[in-house]
């Protein structure tokens, strides 16, 4: 009675043969499917181009020879995403002006402000020049 369907074993190498690294396998099968999985991608972007602007019986190799190389660049290229530009969305922002007489009396120096007035002094300039903070 036959255990297994194997038919032949094979060797592990011998002792000078270098061991596989799975890890080195793993990721050119994971690269290779995302190529895969890209071109398929373009593939359908261009069956779907097809369907749209073909004429009535036009094969899909007359449509390609046809259509101009840009184009074809264009779909295949068109669902990478919407090209945002930084600029839009980051204003430069205006000079803030520090108005410290508002908080302190008029003509006050540094040197006669007492500890609290110097912490609040420093807690208004660092949040007007360090937001982040």
């Known amino acids: 009675m036959k255990i297994s369907n194997v ?5 592990s190498g011998g002792a000078n043969t270098p061991r596989i690294d799975l890890k080195e396998v793993i990721e050119i099968a994971d690269a290779e499917k995302y190529e895969f999985d890209a071109l ?19 094969t899909f190799d007359s449509w ?11 779909i ?12 839009d969305y980051k204003k430069p922002k205006g000079v803030k002006t520090i108005n410290l007489s508002d908080y302190f009396d008029l003509g006050r120096r540094l040197i ?3 500890q609290s007035e110097r912490d609040t002094l420093k807690w208004i300039l ?7 903070k």
């Open 40 to 58: 398929n991608e373009r593939l359908e972007l261009l069956q779907d181009a097809w369907l749209k602007q073909r004429e009535p019986g036009e």
């Open 7 to 11: 038919e032949k074993r094979m060797t």
């Open 64 to 74: 390609f020879k046809r259509t101009p190389r840009e184009e074809i660049i264009r």
């Open 126 to 132: 660092n949040k007007s020049l360090n937001p982040k």
């Open 112 to 114: 006669d402000l007492s």
């Open 76 to 87: 295949t290229l068109s669902s990478g995403g919407k090209v945002i530009k930084f600029s």
